[in-house]
C-alpha cells in the first residue's frame, strides 16, 4: 500500500508545496505501476483533499492487481491540500494494517508525533518504507525504517 501524505509542514493546513505534492504523486504512481508490472497487488491511500465534482471522493484504492486505472484517477484527483492531519490519518489506517502488506510512505514532512507512530508501528512488525519527496531531503531517518529519497531524472 502506497500512502501519499501530502502535509508539507505545521500546522497542517498552512503549509503547502505544490511542487513536493506532485512530486509525491509522481512517486507514488510509478511506484504503483511498477509493482503492478511485477504482480503485486498495490493500492494508494492518501490525507489529500479529493477533487471531484459529482460526489464525496475517497482517497483510497484497495489493494489488487487491477488498480492502476483507479490509482492514476486518485493521483490526478489529489489537492494540494492535506484534509486532515497525517498523524491523524495514520492512526485511523494503522487499525487496518496487516503484517503481510509492506506500506510505502511518500513524503514532504514528517513531524515528531508522526515519527514515533511509524516507529511504533515497525516495532510491532509492520513493513514501513519511507519515500522523501521534500525538495532539500529534510524528512527525518526512523530507526529500523528504510528511507530512500525521491528526485526527479532527466531523460534525454
Known sequence: V???NVQCGDPY???INEEAVENGVLASVSMASKALKLGVPTGMWTNAQVVSYKDEARGEVTPSLNSFKAIMELG??????????FEEF?????????????YIIV?????EETAGILAKLKKAGFLIKIVDVSQKHTVPSIDGIEK???SKGVRQ
Open 13 to 15: 493546513w498552512y503549509s
Open 76 to 85: 490526478a484527483r489529489v489537492d494540494f491540500s492535506p484534509r486532515v492531519k
Open 2 to 4: 502506497i500512502i501519499l
Open 90 to 102: 495514520l492512526m485511523e489506517k494503522a487499525k487496518s494494517f496487516n503484517k503481510i502488506s509492506t
Open 148 to 150: 530512500v529519497t525521491f
Open 107 to 111: 513524503t514532504p514532512f514528517l513531524n
